[in-house]
């Protein structure tokens, strides 16, 4: 189970912080990613964190947005700096788990997380 948090309603260069984590039976946890999603248009990936910490960005939160995670804490952060009114989406987390060592790694969703951009 994914338990996101953390939007909310914020003034263009404004920040939020997203929050997102796995609940459930754990064996490791792969890669943990942010998705957005408004409407009209298809869900896109914004960040992406591997369990080693390797990160990525769209080219569009570049050097606004940071993505993290807590692997004690099987959680995942995107700290959101400078927004702008086109990030006003909805966020979603994803991350793969592996429950057992003998069963093959799943994505799972969380539910949305709106986040408000006003100009």
């Known amino acids: 189970q994914l338990q996101a948090s953390g939007g909310g309603l914020v003034q263009a260069g404004g920040s939020l912080r997203l929050s997102c984590a796995v609940s459930?039976?754990?064996?490791?946890?792969?890669?943990m990613d942010w998705y957005r999603q408004d409407p009209g248009n298809q869900r896109e990936l914004v960040a992406i964190?591997?369990?080693?910490?390797?990160?990525d960005y769209a080219d569009s939160v570049k050097g606004r947005f940071t993505i993290s995670r807590d692997n004690a804490k099987n959680t995942v952060y995107l700290q959101m700096n400078s927004l702008k009114p086109e990030d006003t989406a909805v966020y979603y987390c994803?991350?793969?788990?592996?429950?057992?060592?003998?069963?093959?790694?799943?994505?799972?969703w969380g539910k949305g997380t709106l986040v408000t951009v006003s100009s």
């Open positions: 994803n991350v793969n788990v592996k429950t057992s060592p003998i069963r093959v790694a799943t994505d799972y």
């Open positions: 459930g039976s754990i064996f490791r946890t792969n890669d």
């Open positions: 964190i591997t369990n080693g910490g390797s990160t």
